[in-house]
């Protein structure tokens, strides 16, 4: 069974532009989570959805926003970009929308450069 | 509020000796607690996951940790280290006992293992 996949895994954008970033689940998952991971502040949640629907959101500004689409595939976008969203972007899948139920897989990340 | 405590940023053994990665948490919440390892390039992978069955949980690679409420502590040893070991390690607690796909992270801890 195919694993997360994630696209693109680099990119290199500069300040003020936006960005849109993809992952695919394990087939058969419906929740995917977004984490943000930097050397300063570590791993962060930054949303989950599961069945088209976000159920939670962290902390960040309105500049970050997501979406699911009916086969599960999410996308996640940054607007007007700022020299700190320079980080590696994970997103998970799981089959069930409870951590105590079901294991949650990650996926290799894409590694966003902003300049 | 939930939170992890992982009291080393870097632990470093020799080959063949035990390994002790040391975690609190706080929870308000029967806490649903995991250990993820990150080797470089490569995403995390879940090592195992405390949902209150058993305090004692045995995970993958020979990895172990034990549950103790009364230290609020959720440490993983491993018996024997082995040079694939060398990883960044972190605990985990998911929000609400686990009733949401939400993890909140440590900062981690990285494991170096000496021929």
């Known amino acids: 069974k195919a694993g997360v996949t994630q696209t693109p895994r680099y990119l290199i954008k500069t300040r003020g532009q936006q960005v849109t970033l993809s992952c695919s689940p394990i087939?058969?998952?419906?929740?995917v989570s977004w984490y943000q991971q930097t050397p300063g502040q570590g791993l962060q949640f930054l949303f989950e959805?599961?069945?088209?629907?976000?159920?939670n959101k962290g902390n960040f500004p309105g500049r970050f926003s997501g979406r699911q689409f009916s086969n599960s595939r999410s996308e996640m976008n940054v607007s007007t970009l700022e020299l700190g969203d320079s980080a590696l972007y994970l997103c998970?899948?799981?089959?069930?929308?409870?951590?105590?139920?079901?294991?949650?897989?990650f996926g290799p990340g894409t590694r966003l450069l902003v300049l | 509020a939930q939170s992890v405590t992982q009291l080393d940023s870097h632990v470093s053994v020799s080959e063949g000796t035990p390994v002790l990665l040391r975690c609190n948490y706080s929870?308000?919440?029967?806490?649903?607690l995991f250990w993820y390892v990150q080797h470089p390039n490569k995403g995390l992978q879940l090592l195992l996951k405390?949902?209150?069955?058993?305090?004692l949980v045995k995970g993958i690679n020979g990895f172990e940790a034990e549950f103790k409420k009364s230290e609020t502590s959720f440490h993983l040893t491993k018996p024997s280290a082995h040079m694939s070991d060398a990883a960044e390690y972190f605990c985990?607690?998911?929000?609400?006992?686990?009733?949401?796909?939400?993890?909140?992270f440590g900062t981690g801890t990285l494991l170096a293992v000496q021929p």
């Open positions: 998970a899948s799981s089959l069930a929308r409870q951590a105590i139920q079901e294991t949650q897989y």
């Open positions: 087939s058969g998952h419906r929740s």
């Open positions: 959805y599961f069945s088209e629907t976000q159920r």
């Open positions: 929870s308000s919440y029967s806490p649903s």
């Open positions: 405390y949902t209150s069955a058993a305090t």
């Open positions: 985990v607690v998911s929000p609400y006992g686990g009733a949401t796909n939400k993890l909140i």
